[in-house]
């Protein structure tokens, strides 16, 4: 029974590649086919435009009388009448290709089509093919061991990946604030250089709009504690290394500071949060080295398990396998 199903997973093999590859040329012929339908059109518009201008000087009018007296009229409509032969030529070649394509498609497809669902069928095969080599005594065990790990580092995967969203949304919102603290010091600038209410007005609405950026960030950066959590990784951004940064709010509610103070705040805010962004990024791009990691070992461990479970590959279909690719 094993053998029975081993072969047939080898076979589905050839036939997955060989959908690929029709799959492949079905995409190239459509996309060769979409090409000649569009040069069809603009051929077919040319010739359009050809026979209009021949009907317009078959036409009587006083500027196709003129034509007439200076004898060009014959010589423009043998000119026109050549041209659009040459092109009547060249659109019926691209309709007679374009007929051949749809041969060519059509068969492809049934092709395609033929060959129904064999990734599906493999999965299938593949588990009840796993199933019985969990009871055999020669590799069931080394089968189990396998798959657990496999099971295990697609866990730590999620984990890390989820980590990964959650510092790079973190990342994402610092820079904002970072933006929007670049706009209020510009404006702050200008106040000070005589601005007037609006230059005033316009720093506290970016100071105003930092500090509400600021809780959204104490949330994202919690978030970020809590998947760091579930990975125990060790990669902790404690809620202390972003205090200094999130108490400036309060600082700039007070309204009797003077303009030359809040400038100088809003310079200590943007260098707190910078080194808070710049913690950020630190842990991501590690936790970004860990996935790879990770991911490079669970490769290997899923093709020491298939390669158990399919056993060595048939000469036949080795041979059937490089001619698919």
């Known amino acids: 029974m094993i053998d029975k199903l081993r072969k047939e997973l080898w076979e589905l ?3 997955i590649c060989r959908r690929a590859s029709i799959s492949k040329e079905l995409e190239e012929n459509h996309r060769i086919e979409s090409a000649i339908w569009r040069e069809e059109y603009q051929v077919r518009t040319k010739l359009n435009q050809l026979n209009g201008r021949m009907a317009e000087l078959q036409k009587r009018s006083i500027r196709n009388m003129y034509y007439s007296m200076i004898g060009q009229k014959e010589e423009m409509l043998h000119e026109l009448e050549e041209e659009a032969r040459l092109v009547e030529v060249e659109l019926r070649d691209l309709q007679r290709t374009l007929e051949e394509c749809g041969v060519k ?10 060959f129904g669902d064999p990734k599906r069928r493999f999965r299938d095969t593949y588990e009840k093919l796993k199933n019985l080599l969990y009871e055999d005594p020669l590799c069931g065990a080394e089968v189990v061991r396998l798959e657990k790990a496999v099971n295990e580092l697609d866990k730590q995967l999620r984990e890390i990946g989820q980590a990964v969203s959650a510092g790079g949304l973190a990342m994402q919102e610092a820079r904002s604030i970072l933006g929007t603290l670049r706009s209020a010091r510009g404006y702050g600038a200008l106040d000070m250089a005589g601005g007037g209410v609006v230059a005033g007005a316009a720093k506290h609405k970016k100071l105003n709009d930092a500090r509400k950026q600021s809780e959204e960030l104490r949330s994202r950066i919690a978030r970020f504690n809590s998947e760091l959590t579930d990975v125990n990784i060790g990669l902790h951004l404690g809620q202390d ?3 200094d940064f999130l108490r400036f709010a309060d600082f700039f509610l007070d309204g009797l500071l003077a ?8 310079g200590e805010s943007q260098a707190e949060l910078s080194r808070v962004e710049g913690s950020l990024h630190s842990m991501v791009n590690r936790l970004q080295d860990m996935y790879r990691t990770l991911e490079h070992e669970r490769q290997k461990l899923k093709d020491q398990l298939s390669g158990m479970i399919l056993g060595p590959e048939p000469e036949v279909h080795r041979a059937e396998s490089s001619t698919a690719e």
């Open 13 to 15: 093999r050839v036939q």
């Open 105 to 114: 498609l059509k068969s492809l497809e049934a092709t395609y089509q033929g």
């Open 259 to 266: 303009d030359w103070a809040v400038q100088t705040r809003i």
């Open 241 to 243: 290394n972003v205090g």
